[in-house]
């Protein structure tokens, strides 16, 4: 009699984060992780104690790619912001479920843990604090203030990509989140 195939943790953990890309992060069930992983649910909680614990590994996940996404953009810009702008705004269009699980959805009634929005973007790397750092370097005496107001105006571009209301070029994008950073700067040179 031929064995049958071990389902592992990765391969459950890479069907749910798959589902989660291509049909959002509602959707991540026992059943249908099972259905799509080709077993049934007996392996997904051999493996893990609940669902609550697969879908905090699919947020674990989530963030991890966020963050492979941002280290790997292009950088076009010198501006402060400009790049963590860009990058963000093409992932909300690019990964509209992983966006919406991370940035927009809030605590999914408690399907898992969730990190601010914040902890996310500045990851271990600082991208944040490397941004603000930028910022003071170029003279602005509330950096932190200016990063508040350039990322309202970013995150309302990147929900705009959700809908569909946001058509423009990246480098029309550019050009907008760089005068948008001047404009904040002379507010706050002003201030």
Known sequence: MARKEMITIDRILDTAFAMTREEGFANVTARKVAAKAGCSTQ??????KNMEELWDAVYERATAYFLDYYSLYPRTGKTPFANLGMAYIAFAREERHLFELLFVSGDQGSKHKTKSMYEILNGDAGNVVYEINLARVAGCPDPGDLFMKM???IH???CMSLTGDYDLTDQQTMQLLEHSYYAFYNETMRG
Do not use: E
């Open 43 to 48: 392996p997904i909680f051999r493996v893990y």
């Open 151 to 153: 990322w309202i105006f």
């Open 156 to 158: 309302g571009a990147a």
